[in-house]
C-alpha cells in the first residue's frame, strides 16, 4: 500500500511540475533573473505549494507526526543555521541557477529523453554520493595502525 501512495504522491507532484513549467529551465532562469527580464511566474507555484502544506501541515501533519501512508514523520531537531547548512545551501543555488534546474523537476523531466537531463542527473547522484562519502570519512574517527 506504501508504494502505492508513494507512487500517487511521486506522479501529482510530477503533474505539478510538468502544468507549472518547473521543469522548463527557461522558466526558472527567468525566475532567478531580477536584473534582466524577470518572470514572475515561479512566485504562484511556490504561493500555491505553500497554501497547501502550510495548513496540512499545522492541522494535520504536526499533531499525527505520521505521513500520508503511515510512517513515522521524521521532523528536523534543530533550527541552528550552521556553515554546513550556508555551504550547502550556496552549491545548491549555484547548481539551480546555472542550469535551471533543482533536482525535482530533473527527475521528473528524465522521460523527456534528454542525453542532457540524463548527464545532470546522473551527475546529481555521483555528486551526492561523493558528498556523502566525504562528511562520513570526516566525520569517522581515524584509527591509527
Not at 49 to 69: E, G, H, I, N, R
Amino acid at each position: 500500500m506504501k508504494q502505492f501512495i508513494a507512487l500517487g504522491c511521486g506522479i501529482l507532484f510530477g503533474l505539478g511540475m510538468v502544468i507549472s513549467q518547473m521543469v522548463n529551465p527557461a522558466v526558472i532562469i527567468g525566475f532567478l533573473d531580477i536584473f534582466g527580464q524577470w518572470d514572475p511566474r515561479v512566485i504562484l507555484v511556490m504561493v500555491g505549494a505553500l497554501a497547501v502544506f502550510m495548513p496540512s501541515y499545522q492541522l494535520w501533519l504536526k499533531k499525527s507526526a505520521c505521513t500520508t501512508d503511515g510512517s513515522k514523520l521524521e521532523l528536523p531537531s534543530s533550527n541552528r543555521i550552521t556553515p554546513r547548512l550556508i555551504l550547502g545551501a550556496v552549491l545548491f543555488g549555484a547548481g539551480w541557477s546555472l542550469i535551471g534546474l533543482c533536482p525535482g523537476p530533473a527527475i521528473t523531466s528524465l522521460v523527456s529523453g534528454s542525453p542532457d537531463i540524463w548527464i545532470f542527473v546522473v551527475s546529481l547522484i555521483i555528486g551526492q554520493l561523493a558528498t556523502r562519502e566525504l562528511l562520513q570519512s570526516r566525520s569517522t574517527p581515524k584509527v591509527p595502525h
